[in-house]
Every structure is written in C-alpha cells, then in structure tokens.
C-alpha cells in the first residue's frame, strides 16, 4: 500500500504571495496524481491531475509538478487569494487504488 | 459539471438506529461510485467501491454486514449504516466516478449518533 504525506501544519501565506504545498508518496510510482480543495464541511473539489509521465501541469493560477525520483508533487498558487483559503488533498492511484494525504490547510491572510 | 448529491447532509441518530444515506449523480450516469469516511483533520478513507448491479467492494477493515451498500442504478447508491453507535459518528462523503481517472464528490453526510 501507500503512505501519503502532507504537511499537518497550516500554511500561511500573504495575499499575493506563491503558495507550494507537497504531498509525498512513499511506495510505487503512482500512474496519476491528483489534487483536490477541501472546505470545510464540504466534499472535495477536483482541481488538476498530473499523470506518471508528465513533469508539470498549470490550470490558470494553479500549477503541479510530479517528480517520480523524489517521489513528490509540489501544488503551486500563485498570486494567492483570501479566498484560496481552505484545505487541499492529494491523492494517488495506482494498482486500481486510491490514497488520499491528510490534507495541508492553507490561510491566505489579506 | 457534473453534480453529485447527498442525502442527508446530516444526521442525528440514537445509538442501535438504523441510517440511510443517498448519493445521486445528477447530470451524468455512474457507473462506479465510492463511499469515504473522514474523521475530523484526517484524509478521507475509502470504505467501498460500488459498481452499479452488482455487489461492493469493500476495503480491508470494513465490515460489509454494518455498511450496507446498494448500487441499483446509474445515479443513485445508498449507503446504510446499521445498528449505529457513537464510534460510526463521523462525514461521510461519497463521490461518481466518470471515467477512468475522474470522480465528482458528493457535499458529505455527517453523522451524529447520540
């Protein structure tokens, strides 16, 4: 199985600033790699996904990357907002499994 | 896109009750839905696979006797959980799936049992 790891500890960021979060895998390469939002008391939102064989996606001010050597995928927003505040997920599949990391909960402050 | 529904969106319920919870996909056919349980500042935890006829697939330490899953048709799956007791309190979320890689999550269920 896999083990996924997200930052337990919220970030806080200033409005403006590029907001990173990561999320770590630490068995097999996942064949894709998604990340969701999550508000609370709500479901998640899917946001982008990035597949084994792609470095990097961007979906207007979001941008992943997938590094399967560091076994890593960094979530970027940039020019953050307030209203980017919530808490984000990332899940893995493969072997027709999924994993989800506990989320990393980010504050934009204004 | 494609919406997906729960029903309720929460629950009070005494211990030794029966629940059930409805998710609906509203604007497209599911074939495969999936049912997730979220304690509170923990991931989502799939419980079961459900695939539209026929029975679920339940994940390693899920007892298929308390959550009952029926898979009747293309838009709806319902989740019951039966004889409840406090430690089954929890948000409980399902999400559609809509293609190989593509799941719609319902808004969640939560769950009280007093």
């Known amino acids: ?110 | 896109g494609a919406v997906v529904s729960q029903h309720p969106s929460w629950v009070i319920c005494k211990s030794g009750t029966s629940v059930k919870i409805e998710c609906r996909s509203l604007d497209f056919q599911a074939t495969t839905m999936f049912w997730y349980r979220q304690f509170p500042k923990q991931s989502l935890m799939l419980m079961a696979t459900s695939n539209e006829g026929s029975k679920a697939t339940y994940e390693q330490g899920v007892e298929k006797d308390k959550f009952l899953i029926n898979h009747a048709s293309l838009t709806l799956s319902t989740l019951t959980v039966t004889s409840a007791h406090p430690e089954d309190s929890s948000f409980y979320i399902c999400s559609a799936g809509a293609g190989a890689d593509t799941q719609y999550f319902g808004p969640g269920t939560r769950l009280t049992v007093l």
Request: some cysteine; proline content about 5%.
């Open chain 1, 1 to 110: 199985s896999q083990k996924i790891e997200q930052n337990s500890e919220a970030l806080n960021i200033q409005e403006g600033k590029t907001a990173t979060l990561t999320c770590n895998y630490t068995n097999y390469s996942p064949a894709y790699l998604q990340w969701y939002r999550q508000d609370p008391g709500r479901g998640p939102v899917f946001l982008l996904l990035i597949r084994e064989n792609e470095k990097e996606k961007r979906k207007e001010r979001l941008k992943v990357t997938f590094d399967t050597t560091l076994k890593q995928s960094l979530f970027h927003i940039t020019a953050s907002q307030p209203a980017d505040s919530a808490t984000y997920l990332c899940l893995v599949y493969n072997f027709n499994k999924f994993y989800f990391g506990s989320g990393t909960k980010l504050n934009v402050k204004p």
